[in-house]
């Protein structure tokens, strides 16, 4: 998406860095505002990706244009990612005003497609990043749909909990978790790889099937699982990993699922 021009030159000095929180905030108050109007709830605040957007706004003052990516830098998604914030969805708004931060929003929100990242239901996150430079505001916001938070362990409980609820709505007993600590390796691994495997889970011994998935929720088991899991089942074995990967640039849970 482009971004909306003030009107005359800003001059930008490397080593001015200034961020102005109060416009930062002034900004998300004005998209929440926005969103309100719409019957659509407020977008939470995550420093993370403030972070991500502070970031971006210099490198626009720095290359004194307006811009989504400048030569060296990552994508929007994987600049938010590599802040530790997992997201299945990101969208970015940038803008320089010489007017101030209502002048910024009210620019934005007169152009479709900056309005429409503003008034877009399938976000829940924003960061506002905005450097000053005089009377210049350059100003990012970046959007995002973060993921529910989980460590690995807590990931492959809840795993292992859609297993048992899946299990009882079939009509059998929920498998015993078994503990196979080589299966959060194999998960990791997979994410490195960017592929799905499952050859060396097959190898451990008393191994009877495998499933390997990728998730954005844990809990949302895969269509396989009809063909792995059974009432003959009896223990399982779970290994999970979040991490991003190329395909997956805001990061997703790698899943290796042993039966038993």
């Known amino acids: 998406m482009q971004g ?61 244009a307006i811009g989504h990516r400048f030569e060296g830098e990552p994508a929007v998604q994987t600049r938010i990612s590599s802040e530790g914030l997992p ?9 320089l005003s010489n007017r101030g931060a209502a002048a910024a929003h009210d620019g ?30 350059w100003v990012t916001e970046d959007f995002a749909h973060k993921l529910r938070e989980m460590s690995n362990p807590e990931a492959e409980a809840a795993v292992q909990a859609a297993i048992a609820h899946y299990a009882r709505s079939r009509g059998f007993s929920a498998p015993s978790r078994k503990t196979e600590l080589r299966l959060r390796a194999m998960a990791c691994s997979m994410a490195a790889k960017d592929r799905l495997e499952s ?10 099937g495998v499933l390997v998935w990728t998730a954005t929720d844990p809990a949302d088991l895969p269509k396989g699982m009809s063909q792995t899991l059974s009432r003959n089942t009896s223990q399982d074995a779970l290994g999970a990993c979040f991490a991003p990967s190329k395909s997956h640039p805001g990061g997703v849970y790698w899943i290796v699922m042993v039966t038993y």
């Open 4 to 64: 909306t021009v003030g009107d005359r030159e800003p001059s930008w000095q490397a080593g001015s860095t200034s961020f102005d929180a109060k416009a930062e905030a002034e900004l998300v108050t004005l998209i929440n505002g926005a969103r309100s109007q719409y019957g659509l709830p407020p977008l939470m605040v995550d420093q993370r990706m403030t972070e991500a957007a502070r970031k971006h706004s210099v490198l626009m003052a720095e290359h004194a």
């Open 87 to 95: 997201a299945d969805s990101v969208s970015e708004n940038v803008a």
């Open 108 to 137: 934005l929100m007169h152009s479709p497609p900056h309005r429409s990242a503003i008034l877009s239901a399938q976000y829940n996150t924003v960061g506002v990043g905005v450097l000053r430079d005089g009377d210049d505001l």
């Open 199 to 208: 050859e060396d889970a097959l190898r451990l011994t008393g191994a009877q």
